[in-house]
């Protein structure tokens, strides 16, 4: 369960973002503006981890005045520590290769340096 | 613009339905969240993203293509039907396509409610070949009764109309039907398809296996009638390209055999197929719905594609004299002669209607006593015990996924999954 290779990069960042805060419902645009994806993106990240169990989601009970319900999400147990997992091997991947081989023009969306919080 | 916001809701509504229930909640979230991005192209950009969830997770480039291609083929249909000169019953004849039209479109939005979608690649493709085969017929019968109600002015050719149908205003023309005509034909058509939409529903009690067993049988039938009688049943001037035989020539003999042999062998076969982990009482049931369901299927394909080769034939045959010398071997006819043929060939298309009405009648019938037999020899146990192979059993309906998708759609997916 969520190891890393399962992972691309931009669900990766999602799962982090969300790890960030584990017990508290996100909104989608808030996991948009701190993983940089565009909602296109994004979602279809979400449905899938929602398939999986990783993520649940859910409306909101109470929305502003004169505006729509919003849509939540927060991580499982499993996406938790399938989450925990993930941004773990990324990051000792991503010490292996500093560590016998620079390389300084390695782009973060290949998936070799995303940014990874620590996991509470 | 205050029209604006209402249509773009409207729109916006519509795309969602193309959805899965199970993924609307995802759209209308992108929608809600747009709420919270900065106005302007930020927000447009956020509201692209969702139009892009709903190509994405929609399945809406199957859906869209089969809207799409049913549009395309029900607009050449139309403007092949459409007449296009002022006829006497040219309004019985937009009406009737039309509405038409309206019942190829409607019905199975009706049917899907009461009974499910398709979800089996058989009953997809049986209702396409069937939707298909309606809308090729609307311009061949067109043009048969554009040239059957056409008056000739004068000459030989106003002789030999007359001869063949009677007097009628010189110049003048039918067109196709008047208003009870159509009428009549809207409810067969309608009632065509209502039944080949619920034969192949989700909550159909007839197995795939079935539809593919009644649609050879038929396909059996209609090939040998179609080669038998191109041009319908015209006992005046039987055109047989390629059977120069009589009423008692072989193939018209293994004609009359398919008629009859095709739903029964049908019926038969989706007896024996049909596997029931019940009590006899149910397998009797099962197993008489399988005959049912074959034989009617059998009997209004062979109907079906008779009709659709044979009105085309037809249609070709006053247009082509190409075609013309192929059916009447060679130009050896006068011009009035083949004319007259022409009128005659053309006046007996009533008669496939007669056959879209009677081949589905015997197919039922002769399928479940095909199932009656294939019950009564007990060919397949009902649970399990000896007295024939083993069956595959009776397909389940493979319900669609939650999402309605496989998950190797997308790459994004195959990659969750790939552990």
């Known amino acids: ?120 | 613009m205050s029209w604006l916001g209402p249509v773009a809701t409207a729109a916006r509504r519509g795309l969602v339905l193309l959805l899965p229930a199970a993924r609307r909640d995802w759209a209308e979230a992108v929608w809600a969240e747009a709420h919270e991005v900065p106005p302007g192209w930020p927000r447009l950009a956020w509201r692209a993203g969702g139009v892009l969830l709903i190509a994405k997770e929609g399945q809406m480039s199957r859906r869209t293509g089969i809207l799409l291609l049913f549009a395309a083929a029900a607009g050449a249909a139309a403007w092949g039907a459409w007449p296009g000169s002022p006829v006497s019953h040219g309004a019985a004849v937009q009406g009737g396509i039309i509405i038409t039209l309206a019942l190829l479109a409607g019905l199975p939005l009706l049917t899907r409610r009461v009974l499910g979608p398709p979800d089996t690649r058989a009953a997809r493709w049986l209702r396409a070949g069937f939707y298909a085969a309606i809308l090729a017929v609307m311009p061949a019968q067109a043009a048969i009764g554009l040239f059957n109600g056409a008056v000739p002015r004068a000459g030989i050719d106003r002789h030999v109309w007359d001869v063949v149908q009677g007097a009628g205003v010189p110049g003048s023309s039918s067109g196709g039907p008047d208003w009870g005509g159509e009428i009549a034909i809207l409810i067969f058509t309608a009632c065509y398809v209502a039944v080949i939409l619920a034969l192949t529903a989700r909550r159909t009690p007839v197995a795939p296996a079935t539809l593919a067993i009644g649609v050879g049988a038929g396909l059996a039938l209609g090939v040998v009638m179609y080669a038998l009688a191109p041009l319908g049943l015209n006992f005046k001037y039987p055109d047989r390209p390629w059977l120069h035989g009589s009423a008692v020539d072989p193939f018209v003999a293994l004609a009359w055999i398919l008629v009859f042999g095709a739903p029964l062998v049908a019926g038969v076969l989706a007896g024996m197929r049909c596997h029931v982990p019940g009590g006899p009482g149910e397998a009797s049931v099962a197993r008489a719905w399988q005959g049912f369901g074959a034989g009617l299927v059998s009997g209004s394909v062979g109907a079906l594609f008779l009709t659709v080769s044979g009105t085309g034939t037809l249609a070709l045959l006053v247009r082509s004299a190409w075609v013309r010398d192929w059916l009447y071997h060679g130009p050896h006819l006068t011009a009035s002669a083949l004319y007259g043929r022409e009128l005659y060939a053309t006046q007996d298309a009533t008669g496939y209607f007669l056959l879209l009405v009677g081949f589905p009648f015997i197919g039922l019938l002769l399928g479940l006593v095909g199932a009656g037999i294939a019950h009564a020899t007990g060919s397949l146990p009902d649970n399990g015990g000896p007295g024939g192979p083993p069956g595959p059993g009776e397909p389940e309906p493979v319900p669609d996924p939650p999402d309605g998708r496989r998950l190797a759609d997308a790459p994004e997916l195959a990659a969750l999954a790939g552990g």
């Open chain 1, 1 to 120: 369960m969520g190891s890393r290779a399962e992972f691309s990069p931009q669900t990766l960042s999602v799962l982090v973002a969300l790890s960030g805060q584990p017990s508290a419902w996100q909104h989608g645009y808030a996991l948009a503006r701190q993983t940089g994806l565009k909602s296109g993106t994004l979602y279809p990240i979400l449905i899938r981890l929602a398939d999986r169990g990783l993520v649940e989601a859910c409306w909101q009970e109470e929305p502003a005045p004169g505006r729509p319900r919003r849509h939540l999400y927060r991580l499982t147990p499993d996406g938790l520590a399938g989450a925990a997992t993930a941004v773990a091997e990324a990051e000792l991947a991503e010490a292996e290769p500093t560590a016998t081989k620079a390389r300084p023009g390695a782009s973060p969306r290949r998936g070799r340096g995303v940014a990874a919080p620590a996991v509470p």
